[in-house]
């Protein structure tokens, strides 16, 4: 029997679902499908090995969330893991490990870390470091990425850990990446989560281990106020496209069911401004008789708005849209919808504030 140090650290290990838990079921005409299972029985297993690697140097405690679909993932399985998370660091855990669908994962991962720092952008409600990651394949596929993947989510904690960081982070095959700017980029690549908008990862992972840019890093939490696990559902995000009628887009929101509107531009803010698709005067009338806030983000992966000198990018916030910067579409809509639900903002100019401010490292922070 091994000998464990009394000094190993502590980690809370949360199964949430997503393929790297899939079961693969044989069908009767010889086709495989990946089942989410209904109880942790298989998965805890498999992980053993892999948990096995660390005892010396941590205490790993596992639990079974959810096996669900991360497609499936709701506003309630948010709330469930930022209560749990801030739990655990009140019993003494050191950090805290998820695995999680790739789907949802970016969404979960700004969810969480938005969360878990809390309305003040100086402060940190809940001090210790997070670290998601799922895979492309299941942990049961021999020369997959599932068990590489799962065993350096333990990797990236020690290494936050030992530097002292408190973010919410996303390891995936070789690199390391801040939670709130991650985005998945590819639905089969082992390297199908990026952060294409920060100007390099936050770390790498090689034959040395987790190398861990701690200036990149919030290392030194400055604690105070409380957890922020509210999202609201009135937010209507649509894709600026060849033919995205205004007229449509104003009967939607004379519903009166949302609270915000986000327009993913077709670049650095630019949507259409011509004959009836002319979205500028639709802009203006949501922003200033509705007083709906438009908010402007960029569909391309590591795109920003706010700072182009197209003319037309240009006329957008004139009639009134608010720029995302450099925050990803789903950062984007996490955070406002995180702001909604919060009550952080009561005017439209409260909200340009907002997007202009840093709570999580979602944004580069503009004075």
Not at 278 to 297: A, D, E, Q, R, Y
Not at 302 to 319: K, L, N, P, Y
Not at 328 to 355: E, G, Q
Request: charged content about 20%; some cysteine.
């Amino acid at each position: 029997m091994k000998k464990h140090s009394d000094k190993r650290l502590k980690v809370l290990f949360l199964g949430h679902g997503g393929t790297i838990g899939m079961l693969p079921v044989i069908r009767a005409d010889g086709s495989t499908i990946l089942v989410s299972p209904t109880t942790d029985n298989d998965f805890r297993q498999a992980v053993a090995p892999s948990l096995e690697v660390f005892s010396n140097d941590v205490d790993i405690t596992y639990e079974f969330v959810t096996g669900e679909d991360s497609s499936n993932i709701l506003f309630d399985n948010w709330v469930g893991l930022v209560k749990r998370i801030e739990q655990a660091e009140s019993e003494g855990y050191q950090g805290v490990a998820i695995t999680h669908g790739t789907n949802t994962l970016a969404h979960t991962a700004t969810a969480l870390a938005l969360a878990l720092n809390g309305i003040n952008p100086k402060q940190r409600a809940c001090c210790l470091p997070v670290c998601i990651s799922g895979a492309q394949n299941t942990i049961y596929v021999p020369g997959g990425d599932g068990r590489i993947n799962l065993e350096n989510i333990f990797r990236t904690l020690i290494a936050a850990i030992k530097c002292g960081g408190s973010d919410v982070l996303v390891n995936f095959h070789d690199w390391v990446m801040l939670g709130s700017r991650t985005i998945k980029v590819h639905e089969s690549s082992f390297r199908a989560m990026d952060s294409p908008a920060q100007p390099q990862h936050v770390g790498i992972i090689d034959r040395r281990g987790v190398i861990l840019y701690e200036h990149l890093l919030n290392t030194k939490p400055i604690r105070g106020g409380h957890t922020a696990p509210a999202w609201s559902d009135q937010v209507l995000v649509l894709k600026a496209d060849v033919g995205l009628n205004p007229k449509h887009i104003e009967s939607i929101l004379k519903l009166g069911q949302f609270k915000a509107l986000i327009i993913e531009s077709f670049g650095a803010g630019s949507v259409c401004t011509k004959g009836d698709y002319n979205l500028l005067p639709l802009i203006n009338t949501i922003t200033n008789k509705m007083k709906i806030p438009v908010f402007i983000s960029s569909q391309f992966p590591g795109g920003s708005v706010g700072t182009s000198q197209d003319e037309i990018a240009v006329q957008t916030m004139e009639a009134g849209a608010i720029p995302c910067f450099d925050t990803t579409d789903i950062a984007t809509s996490v955070k406002i919808r995180w702001a909604l639900a919060n009550d952080l903002c009561k005017t439209i100019d409260d909200f340009r504030t907002l997007m202009r401010t840093d709570y999580a490292g979602e944004v580069t922070a503009l004075a």
